[in-house]
């Protein structure tokens, strides 16, 4: 089954946490993007990366953090610096003409 | 920033009517997409047009895009209550592997 992963599916961070939200690919897609939704809203980008070890920031990359060791995996960390990190965060992998295909999200909640 | 504004921001049709969304955008643009999101999932990848292209079919779904007026629509004919979801557009600036700027979507309800 090719497609694209996140975990977990519900997140929960108590007040100064940093949590990590996990996203893999099997697409054998080179570029990959962290989205937040808030209610309502349309998707902001956080972080983006076109290539192994190389990402940019996005729009709202202030309080977030991502790292790109491997093709298959783009984690993203929400520090404790983010202050309000409760969100929808969607995660994508983009094809030959740049359509993306998202993963299902993860819903964090900070307590 | 919001590229893409979608209107109406709601529209609630009966099944075997058709749904037309509109999008706007602000500036020049490579390629436009639309998206479908069912509550609480991840975005699903509809089609995708160039700035060269006027219209585009696929299956129940047309899209058109006049770059002259800047805008976008997308249409769904013989709506079905599966159909019921949040609609976005989304705008590519460059070819390749571009970032995408999304609007704030249409959100469609279809009854049987």
């Known amino acids: 089954d090719g497609g694209i992963t996140q975990s977990p599916k519900y997140l929960f961070r108590k007040e100064g946490q940093n949590v990590t939200l996990s996203c893999e690919q099997n697409?054998?897609?080179?570029?990959m993007y962290w989205y937040r939704q808030d209610p309502g809203q349309g998707l902001r980008l956080i972080y983006y990366s076109q290539i192994v070890n190389d990402f940019q920031k996005g729009d709202i990359a202030e309080g977030y953090s991502v790292s790109r060791e491997k093709k298959e995996s783009f984690p993203l960390t929400v520090t404790s610096a983010q202050k309000n990190p409760t969100a929808f965060y969607l995660c994508a992998s983009a094809g030959l003409y740049n359509e993306q295909f998202f993963g299902p999200g993860t819903r964090l909640t900070v307590l | 920033s919001q590229q893409g504004e979608e209107d109406p921001q709601a529209l609630s049709i009966q099944e075997g009517e058709n749904a037309t969304m509109n999008c706007s955008y602000k500036?020049?643009?490579?390629?436009l997409q639309w998206y479908r999101q069912n509550s609480g999932r991840g975005l699903v990848h509809l089609i995708l047009i160039r700035s060269n292209e006027r219209e585009k079919h696929s299956g129940r779904l047309r899209v058109t895009l006049d770059t002259s007026k800047k805008s976008s629509s997308l249409l769904i004919t013989a709506s079905r209550a599966a159909d019921t979801a949040s609609y976005f557009c989304?705008?590519?600036?460059?070819?390749?592997?571009?970032?995408?700027?999304f609007g704030k979507g249409t959100m469609l309800l279809v009854s049987p």
């Open positions: 989304a705008t590519a600036t460059n070819s390749g592997y571009s970032t995408l700027t």
């Open positions: 697409l054998n897609h080179d570029a």
């Open positions: 500036t020049s643009i490579n390629n």
